[in-house]
């Protein structure tokens, strides 16, 4: 039941915007263990001067090209998992478009669950596979 909002710049090609969303999916599925269909992503493409980052931090060294990654999931994943989920969405982003892996900032919140998703008719739905 993750949500993901990429914001990238907008001068990245439409490839290279679904294989970065696709990358993210298919590492959620891997790490996260979601199915296959819980796949709600929204793209914010932004002009160059409204994505701002320093040019390093933390010893990492960022560009241009820099996108955000903010997936909200619900709680009870572990600590080995995160690692892994982060590990696994830059190394298959950074392999498969130009973006590099120093580029790629990944932020998770985390809410306790089924009672903060609704997925339509403005209900709270039950999905069976978190049971």
């Known amino acids: 039941m993750p949500f993901v909002r990429i914001s990238l710049p907008k001068k990245l090609s ?3 915007k679904n294989k970065i969303s696709q990358s993210v999916h298919q590492s959620l599925i891997a790490e996260f263990h979601i199915p296959k269909d819980d796949y709600f ?4 493409e932004l002009e160059t001067q409204q994505i701002k ?6 010893g990492i060294s960022h560009s241009e090209n820099i996108i955000y990654v903010q997936i ?3 709680q009870g994943r572990t600590l080995e998992q995160k690692k892994k989920l982060y590990h696994t969405i830059a190394t ?5 478009t130009e973006i590099t892996i120093n580029n ?3 932020v998770l919140l985390e ?3 089924l009672e903060n998703w609704s997925f339509g008719n403005g209900e709270i739905q039950e999905p069976k596979h978190l049971k």
């Open 14 to 16: 439409q490839e290279t």
């Open 111 to 113: 809410n306790n669950g």
């Open 72 to 74: 909200i999931a619900g």
């Open 41 to 44: 992503h929204v793209i914010e």
């Open 92 to 96: 298959t982003i950074s392999s498969e």
């Open 104 to 106: 790629i900032i990944i």
């Open 53 to 58: 980052y320093p040019e390093s931090y933390l």
